[in-house]
T-cell receptor
Framework: SQQGEEDPQALSIQEGENATMNCSYK?????LQWYRQNSGRGLVHLIL?????REKHSGRLRVTLDTSKKSSSLLITASRAADTASYFC???????????FGTGTRLKVLA | DSGVTQTPKHLITATGQRVTLRCSPR?????VYWYQQSLDQGLQFLIQ???????AKGNILERFSAQQFPDLHSELNLSSLELGDSALYFC????????????FGSGTQLSVL
């Protein structure tokens, strides 16, 4: 499959809790990005981490990248009901620059 | 608003027919990408263009074709449609395929009956 693997497939948490989503991949990457999709709408870019970076922060978002394990994680701290959405990781494949998306994690934040 | 425009928003057609989906990228973006999203599925990469030239191909069916025109807008042509082609088709654009950060349109919902 050309897709990355994300887990969990679905996650349900209470408002105020942290949410962690993971993404694994198989081939070398230029960078890895995380996107959010609300109810079948277009995806919105959240954060990009390059292959030579290990951690990045943006507001309540924290992304880590472990190239030796070929995995990344997205942490959303102090979640809000408005964070309810599907979250996708996208890998930019080395050489081809194809942007391959995973199957996504459906996050539900309960008020 | 991402600045990427996709038309039409909805399309209902019959099996065996041919349709054309249109995408206008953000002003200044040279790269255009097409993705297919079936119900509750991830995004399947179809094809990528840069400044009018095909850059990369994914699992795009032979019944599907695309092109990017000199004014940088792109069209995705789907022919001999089958029920399984029903999906949400997204176009995205970026300044350059090497830069990343894709901006997505709101998609075209295709229903094949």
């Amino acid at each position: 499959s050309q897709q990355g693997e994300e887990d969990p497939q679905a996650l349900s948490i209470q408002e105020g809790e942290n949410a962690t989503m993971n993404c694994s991949y198989k081939t070398s990457i230029n960078n890895l990005q995380w996107y959010r999709q609300n109810s079948g709408r277009g995806l919105v870019h959240l954060i990009l981490i390059r292959s030579n970076e290990r951690e990045k922060h943006s507001g309540r978002l924290r992304v880590t990248l472990d190239t030796s394990k070929k995995s990344s994680s997205l942490l959303i701290t102090a979640s809000r009901a408005a964070d309810t959405a599907s979250y996708f990781c996208a890998r930019s494949l080395s050489g081809t620059y194809k942007y391959i998306f995973g199957t996504g994690t459906r996050l539900k934040v309960l008020a | 608003d991402s600045g990427v425009t996709q038309t039409p928003k909805h399309l209902i057609t019959a099996t065996g027919q041919r349709v054309t989906l249109r995408c206008s990228p953000r002003s200044g973006d040279l790269s255009v990408y097409w993705y297919q999203q079936s119900l509750d599925q991830g995004l399947q990469f179809l094809i990528q263009y840069y400044n009018g030239e095909e850059r990369a191909k994914g699992n795009i069916l032979e019944r599907f074709s695309a092109q990017q025109f000199p004014d940088l807008h792109s069209e995705l042509n789907l022919s001999s449609l089958e029920l399984g082609d029903s999906a949400l088709y997204f176009c995205a654009s970026s300044v350059d395929y090497r830069v990343g950060k894709l901006f997505f349109g709101s998609g075209t919902q295709l229903s094949v009956l």
